[in-house]
């Protein structure tokens, strides 16, 4: 019964920074003072933060009350500059998703789109993130819409991603986030023929331990959003605000 009734919020961020003020996606950017806000609210609320794969964990044996799971995608400079060092004056821990063909470069996806080219992480500052007692999770090789890719490219951005940033890194790549939060039931499929344990999407609600592991929801944190939106999506009903998925 614990296992049916085990809930586990996950949130998703991308930057910890200022939004630059021509940028188009100002939601996609959260400040440092209000990620330090955040953090300071979950301890406050008695929350803990955790990473994807004690989250999991604690979700299937049914002790996840009482966590957070906190999520990076891109695997931003930013995230270990910005966020990192706040997160362990909270004694938080995250997983950043990483996409393995582009550290040390930049957002080469959405750079013209969103009309900044952001620093990634590189092998050295991923090794740094680790050392902190963070977790490196798999965001595909080169952030592509999969579903729009034929079939034996998507399923090589799907594995060997996580193949690519095991040997790097030399740790268990566990997690995937899909690019663009896009997936289709093909998708899900070769994520799990990939070996994944978990994937997470951007579709809204909190994780339930009966939701396929392949099909998670995350909160989406966002810039704009004040300190009263959060504490609803982290300690309210948010529940309701499920979308069943394809």
Avoid at 97 to 126: C, F, H
Wanted: hydrophobic residues 40%; positive net charge.
């Amino acid at each position: 019964m614990l296992w049916t009734m085990s809930r586990l919020p996950i949130l998703c961020y991308h930057n910890v920074a200022e939004a630059p003020k021509e940028a188009p996606f100002k939601l996609l950017y959260v400040s440092p003072e209000k990620f330090e806000r955040q953090l300071w609210t979950l301890g406050r609320l008695g929350l803990r933060g955790v990473c994807m794969s004690e989250g999991m964990a604690r979700l299937h044996n049914g002790t996840s009350r009482g966590c957070v799971v906190l999520t990076f995608d891109d695997g931003y400079a930013d995230t270990l500059t910005t966020a990192a060092p706040l997160m362990k004056q909270y004694g938080v821990r995250a997983t950043c998703y990483v996409v393995s063909g582009a550290i040390g470069t930049y957002n080469r996806w959405d750079a013209d789109y969103v009309r900044e080219r952001k620093p990634l992480m590189s092998r050295e500052q991923l090794d740094q993130w680790l050392a902190t007692g963070m977790e490196v999770g798999s965001h595909s090789v080169s952030h592509p819409r999969l579903h729009e890719l034929p079939q034996d490219l998507a399923q090589h951005e799907i594995a060997e991603s996580r193949a690519a940033l095991r040997n790097l890194l030399g740790v268990p790549i566990g997690h995937f986030a899909y690019p663009f939060g896009a997936f289709t039931a093909d998708t899900v499929a070769w994520v799990r023929r990939a070996g994944y344990a978990s994937a997470v999407t951007v579709l809204p609600g909190i994780a339930r331990a009966s939701d396929d592991r392949l099909r998670l929801p995350r909160i989406l944190v966002k810039g704009e959003h004040g300190l009263w939106k959060f504490l609803l999506h982290v300690a309210g009903p948010y529940e309701r605000l499920r979308r069943r998925t394809p």
